[in-house]
Antibody, heavy 122, light 107 residues
Framework: EVQLLESGGGLVQPGGSLRLSCAAS????????MSWVRQAPGKGLEWVSA????????YYGDSVKGRFTISRDNSKKTLYLQMNSLRAEDTAVYYC???????????????WGQGTLVTVSS | DIQMTQSPSSLSASVGDRVTITCRAS??????LAWYQQKPGKVPKLLIY???TLQSGVPSRFSGSGSGTDFTLTISSLQPEDVATYYC?????????FGPGTKVDIK
């Protein structure tokens, strides 16, 4: 059974940093691209970042480019999102999501974690 | 970047009604389009990919169509458990943008 378990969310002050983790199980982690998708309170889904199965060629949404870094440790079956220079508008539930391919050719999401809440506030 | 729009933003229909949601891309994306259902307080769930392929386990009353810039999600006979917000998502190339969502409830 595919499981994705996010952690690392919490309350952080504007300008601060946070690192999210997503522990994966139930599938061959290094064979699949992964993404982070966020949802601000009462708002829609926003794709944040993606990384291929091999870990090369990450992509970022314009709203986080230059501030967030996606990475993965395939030996630990874990996806990360390093978030720096956080702003109030980054407040959201952050989901990790699995794609059904190792490349970006099928960059939709067949499995989602339960999400972790990040609140940016002073 | 390609922008995604959806219409309507919300709708209310009766049980058994046929419901159609439209998703439009600002440029052609071939058939690189997925649809998701998010019930209140729940995690999004994949319904359809490649514009018209039903994900395993999804009821057959859901269907998708379209190619290029215009896509539709149809619920052939609306059920109470279909109350949710529906999102389209493009994945032909990054950024893998979602549409703004269509909220569906029961009249």
């Amino acid at each position: 059974e595919v499981q994705l378990l996010e952690s690392g969310g919490g309350l952080v002050q504007p300008g601060g940093s946070l690192r999210l983790s997503c522990a994966a199980s139930g599938f061959t982690f290094n064979s699949y691209a992964m993404s982070w998708v966020r949802q601000a309170p009462g708002k829609g889904l926003e794709w944040v970042s993606a990384i291929s199965g091999s870990g090369d060629t990450p992509y970022y949404g314009d709203s986080v480019k230059g501030r967030f870094t996606i990475s993965r440790d395939n030996s630990k079956k874990t996806l990360y999102l390093q978030m720096n220079s956080l702003r109030a508008e980054d407040t959201a539930v952050y989901y990790c999501a699995k794609s059904p391919s190792g490349s970006y050719y099928m960059a939709y999401f067949d499995y989602w974690g339960q999400g972790t809440l990040v609140t940016v506030s002073s | 970047d390609i922008q995604m729009t959806q219409s309507p933003s919300s709708l209310s229909a009766s049980v058994g009604d046929r419901v159609t949601i439209t998703c439009r891309a600002s440029q052609g994306i071939s058939n690189f389009l997925a649809w998701y259902q998010q019930k209140p307080g729940k995690v999004p769930k994949l319904l359809i990919y490649v514009a018209s392929t039903l994900q395993s386990g999804v009821p057959s009353r859901f269907s998708g169509s379209g190619s290029g810039t215009d896509f539709t999600l149809t619920i052939s006979s609306l059920q109470p458990e279909d109350v949710a917000t529906y999102y389209c998502q493009k994945y032909n190339s990054a950024p893998f943008t979602f549409g703004p969502g269509t909220k569906v409830d029961i009249k």
